[in-house]
């Protein structure tokens, strides 16, 4: 496992605020973190995480029977700071170096949401809202992307990722033999048309092995590519 103690606590504290101000269920944990919620609420028997990274992502879900409370008074209690950069529309909690950081798709516009904070507009994200779990951990319920979502995802955005996307192809390897065949298939049908073309020039050029409308089974497909 890639992440501190201090990380971990910092985690927790911050999921704290968002249960104690009804904002968790208004939220999805997205980005390297969601691995550790893989991993430690078993989500995947087995799935062991390398992730490492002080920033923390939280997606936007619209919850209509939540009535959140403004976080940025709670989080200020548990000592997090919180800025906002007016220019871009952004806003961030952090305490020391570990940042906290809330996204939406990037055809919406949020100004203010109903957390009280703005949020930043990303791109090939907004599919991972209709295609989250629920997963129990340490007596908090946590939104995270479907693993299938999580890796169509850092595969739709790879190109873009710079000098990051190394380590995003280490990860989406390790999640591969965890995948669901037909969950998979499923969330990579109702992609854009342009994100399936970003999900397929991946699967080319990285992992050849993995075909869709296959009979085989995708952990075995994957094994084969490895061994060979």
């Given at each position: ?10 985690f ?11 904002a ?8 390297s ?75 919406r ?61 280490m ?12 969950r ?13 073309a ?31």
């Amino acid at each position: 496992m890639g992440f501190t103690d201090e990380q971990e606590g910092y985690f927790y504290e911050f999921v704290e605020v968002l249960d104690r101000a009804n904002a968790l269920s208004s939220v999805i944990l997205v980005g390297s973190w969601a691995e550790y919620i893989y991993e430690r609420g078993n989500v995947l028997s087995g799935f062991v995480s390398l992730a490492k990274t002080t920033d923390v992502d939280f997606l936007l879900n619209e919850d209509r029977n939540a009535r959140p409370e403004n976080i940025v008074k709670l989080a200020r209690q548990k000592g997090f700071e919180y800025t906002e950069d007016h220019m871009l529309g952004t806003s961030k909690f952090w305490k020391k170096e570990f940042e906290i950081e809330f996204l939406t798709s990037q055809n919406r516009t949020v100004k203010r949401s109903p957390l009280g904070i703005n949020a930043q507009p990303l791109a090939h994200i907004g599919f991972i809202r209709g295609n989250y779990m629920t997963a129990r951990h340490d007596g908090f319920d946590i939104n995270v992307p479907a693993p299938e979502a999580y890796v169509l995802q850092k595969m739709t955005i790879n190109d873009s990722r710079g000098p990051k996307a190394a380590g995003d192809r280490m990860k989406i390897e390790g999640l591969l033999p965890y995948l669901d065949k037909d969950r998979f298939e499923r969330i990579y049908s109702g992609l854009y048309k342009r994100e399936r073309a970003k999900v397929d020039r991946y699967i080319e050029e990285y992992c050849p092995g993995i075909r869709k409308k296959t009979d085989r089974d995708i952990v075995q497909i994957y094994k084969d590519a490895q061994g060979k």
